[in-house]
């Protein structure tokens, strides 16, 4: 038996089987049916009863589970950063992946504290090889060029970064992940972000252009007419993988693929802040339908992030002031996604409980 009494793959409503075959809308509403019989006032429990619906339908069950969740941080360096556009130096993207792989990071400590499994990818840091066991290594170069003056990734390049983001993909799928969360390192990468924003999202590049690591506001100017620059060589361009070519980075790439075959697989996409979310943005344009797949986790305080939730139309889970990165807000909003279907799953409904309802 399920924990809230019923049989398993049956609703809350007599006579409702989840071996029926339902259309979406059926299937919605018998899901917020069950939703509403639970021991408490109609939308009492807020946004943790959209987000065991959303959770729900994603799954198309009443008894949403997540197994193996998982987050990857995709790494990488930009050639860019020559351009003094950051407030650390390329070498900070090798170093911070080091302290990944040993266990001292944020991304690493929230990823414990939430139960997730947490994997770290290289997807083009410059420099020699780094040699470690718990290291994923699908580089597609020593970081991109500099997109200042030219292409950031070949075409061969991005091949390959789709190419290696469905080997990852498809190992999570072959272990039973359902639920993946998506975090980055790399030096320099709000401003990809910051330039796909603008070409995909129609958004002046003063808008899209914020700290980032922690740039002060003649730092950010000089980034902006960096970006600038780098936005004058191909003002006009439009279709997202030319964008990304043009503007993005190795670990940007690998996320956008990796997003896209996630959603063909099923699974649930937990997209983190501004980089992430830059990433989802060539997906979504794309194919808007990756947006049922997508759970966004915090609003970053990084200056574009707000632009992009408002084109997905997305209300966050959390909002902390962060802008970290790493995949930080996919770990700490975990656990609310947790509670959301641990209450569809346990709860009581008014009739198994003797409760006398509403109206």
Do not use: W
């Amino acid at each position: 038996m399920s924990p809230s009494g019923n049989s398993p793959g049956t609703l809350d409503d007599p006579g409702i089987s989840s071996g029926e075959i339902l259309s979406d809308e059926e299937l919605c509403s018998n899901i917020q049916k069950k939703i509403d019989a639970k021991t408490k006032p109609p939308g009492s429990l807020g946004k943790l009863e959209s987000l065991a619906l959303r959770i729900a339908l994603r799954q198309k069950t009443a008894e949403p589970t997540f197994k193996r969740p998982t987050i990857l941080v995709f790494a990488a360096d930009h050639g860019a950063t020559a351009h003094g556009i950051s407030a650390f130096p390329q070498e900070v993207t090798r170093q911070m992946v080091l302290n990944f792989l040993r266990g001292g990071a944020a991304i690493n400590v929230f990823a414990r504290q939430s139960g997730m499994e947490l994997r770290i990818i290289d997807s083009g840091i410059a420099g020699p090889p780094i040699e470690h066991n718990g290291l994923i290594r699908l580089p597609a170069g020593e970081g991109t060029a500099d997109y200042v003056i030219q292409d950031a990734i070949t075409s061969e390049q991005l091949e390959f970064c789709k190419n290696s983001a469905a080997t990852v993909i498809e190992g999570l799928e072959r272990s039973g992940c359902n639920l993946v969360g998506f975090g980055e390192m790399g030096i320099g990468n709000t401003s990809s972000a910051s330039l796909i924003l603008h070409f995909l999202g129609n958004v002046s590049l003063e808008e899209c252009v914020g700290a980032g690591t922690g740039l002060d506001l003649n730092e950010q100017n000089h980034k902006l007419n960096v970006l600038q620059k780098a936005r004058d060589r191909k003002p006009s361009i439009t279709e997202p993988e030319e964008v990304l070519r043009s503007f993005g980075g190795f670990e940007i790439a690998q996320m956008y693929a990796a997003m896209k075959i996630g959603h063909e697989k099923g699974m649930l996409l937990l997209i983190d802040g501004f980089i992430s979310s830059a990433a989802f943005l060539v997906a979504y344009c794309e194919n808007p339908e990756v947006l049922s797949s997508a759970v966004f986790c915090h609003r970053s305080k990084e200056k574009g992030h707000q632009k992009l939730l408002e084109i997905f139309q997305a209300e966050p889970v959390l909002d902390l002031e962060m802008r970290l990165g790493e995949g930080t807000g996919c770990a700490l909003a975990f656990p609310i996604l947790r509670s959301s279907i641990a209450f569809l799953n346990e709860m009581a409904s008014f009739e198994s409980a003797g409760v006398t309802g509403s109206g």
